[in-house]
């Protein structure tokens, strides 16, 4: 096991595009750190140049005190399972496993320590004289990471390894690798663009966009303290709402009415003009429900869809946001790979609520929670820095 320091990599293919750039990551000894961002933002490139299938343009990386730049991928000693398992299908379960050993003339007895050892940890014991052909895609995604476990390696390397699987068995094997990982203690660098994986993976979390590093922390600082506009629309499902938004005084002026704001943000957004407001769904409420908070925090504004899910009910309000805001939203939505909709607000209320489709309904707002970004760097102004990691400088665009 090892650390893996990663500082200053750029990675520029023959076209001179910089598919990484600049990016710095300290990885502890046993940390389980997650590379996310939507596709082409250099997560897979980045991964590459840690096993050593990428050469490095510039910078350095450091696995344990020594660097490694240099040295081909089977002299760094990681293990990388990729997205297709690569096993043999000839072989069985037992010799894919032991694949590595035998390549290292280890011998029999040593091999079949090893190889049940790792077939105990992975459950994989009824299954060892199977061929590879026969089993299900989350068993076999065991057998590769077994192929791992054997080398010893210092770290494991993921790119993207359940993205062929289906929903359930996604979640499953989600659960299962954070479980490995864990009990393994092993340092663990993980590609993937799945949100939810990111945040329920990771010990921490670096969200990239082309090629840049924005912010690098854990989920829960991710979550309650996005640093910029791009990752707070990154990282929530669904999404953070982004509205248009000005502040005079200790108010904060929505499309939907005006919010009184604890002093402190107010303070930051002071004097700035337009801004936008980011607001997660979860911190509103139907008034009527909502214990906490005082009038000032409350608005009326009229539902156009309610979907109640049982434990809980999303509510949509459709508003209009003024073109300077506009454009930002739709550069966001591009860069996020345009997934959201943003011209309406989601909101998600108790599912006692009583609210339904056309109502003109009094709706509280946790203004403790709302975050105001610059429109034009998009630097989110309120973020508690204490409690964000490390963000990325603030770009001169979004
Ligand atoms: N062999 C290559 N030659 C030139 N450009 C490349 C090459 N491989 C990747 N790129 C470019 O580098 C950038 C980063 O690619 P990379 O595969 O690292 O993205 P990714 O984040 O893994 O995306 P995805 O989620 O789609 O797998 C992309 O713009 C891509 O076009
Ligand atoms: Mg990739």
């Not at 750039?21 to 939507?38: K, T």
């Not at 004289?129 to 057998?143: A, C, D």
């Not at 704001?261 to 009527?288: W, Y």
């Not at 610059?374 to 204490?386: A, F």
């Amino acid at each position: 096991m090892a650390a893996i320091t990663i500082k200053n990599l750029v990675k520029k293919y023959g076209d001179g595009f910089p598919a990484v750039n600049d990016v710095s990551i300290d990885i502890a000894d046993g940390e389980f750190v997650i590379l996310v961002g939507p596709s082409g933002c250099g997560k897979s490139t980045l991964l590459r140049m840690i096993v050593g299938l990428e050469d490095i343009t510039s910078g350095d990386l450091l696995i344990g005190e020594k660097r490694v730049n240099d040295l081909a991928p089977r002299e760094r000693n990681l293990a990388m399972v990729f997205q297709n398992y690569a096993l043999y299908p000839h072989l069985t379960v037992y010799e894919n496993i032991a694949f590595p050993l035998r390549l290292a003339k280890m011998d029999n007895s040593e091999v079949d320590r090893l190889v049940r050892d790792a077939s105990s940890t992975l459950e994989l014991d009824e299954h060892l004289e199977r061929k590879p052909g026969n089993l299900s895609g989350g068993q076999r995604q065991r057998v590769a990471m077994g192929r791992a476990i054997v080398r010893q390696a210092d770290a494991f390397l993921f790119d993207e390894p359940l993205s062929n699987l289906d929903a359930k068995l996604r979640g499953q094997m989600r659960t299962e690798i954070a479980r490995l990982q864990k009990r393994l203690g092993i340092t663990t660098v993980y590609v993937t663009h799945d949100q939810t994986e990111a945040m329920t993976l990771g010990d921490r979390v670096a969200v990239l966009k082309r090629g840049i590093l924005q912010q690098l922390a854990t989920p829960r600082e991710l979550y309650e303290n996005p640093g910029n506009l791009f990752v707070a629309g990154f990282i929530g499902s669904p999404p953070m709402n982004f509205l248009p938004a000005e502040v005079s005084g200790n108010q904060v002026k929505l499309p939907f009415g005006t919010v009184e704001l604890p002093a402190d943000k107010a303070e930051r957004a002071a004097g700035k003009g337009l801004l936008i407001a980011g607001i997660r769904p979860e911190h509103f409420e139907d008034a009527s429900i909502a214990n906490e908070g005082g009038s000032q925090s409350t608005f009326r504004a009229k539902v156009d869809v309610v979907e109640w899910l049982g434990n809980e009910t999303y509510a949509y309000i459709p508003f209009e946001a003024p073109p300077e805001v506009a454009a930002q939203l739709q550069q966001l939505e591009k860069d996020l790979d345009g997934e959201a909709m943003r011209t309406q607000l989601v909101i998600n209320l108790d599912g006692a609520s009583r609210i339904r489709e056309g109502d003109e309904a009094e709706i509280w707002v946790d203004a403790r929670k709302i975050h105001l970004f610059d429109p034009s760097t998009g630097e989110n102004l309120t973020v508690d820095r204490d409690n964000a990691g490390r963000i990325a400088e603030a770009e001169a665009t979004v």
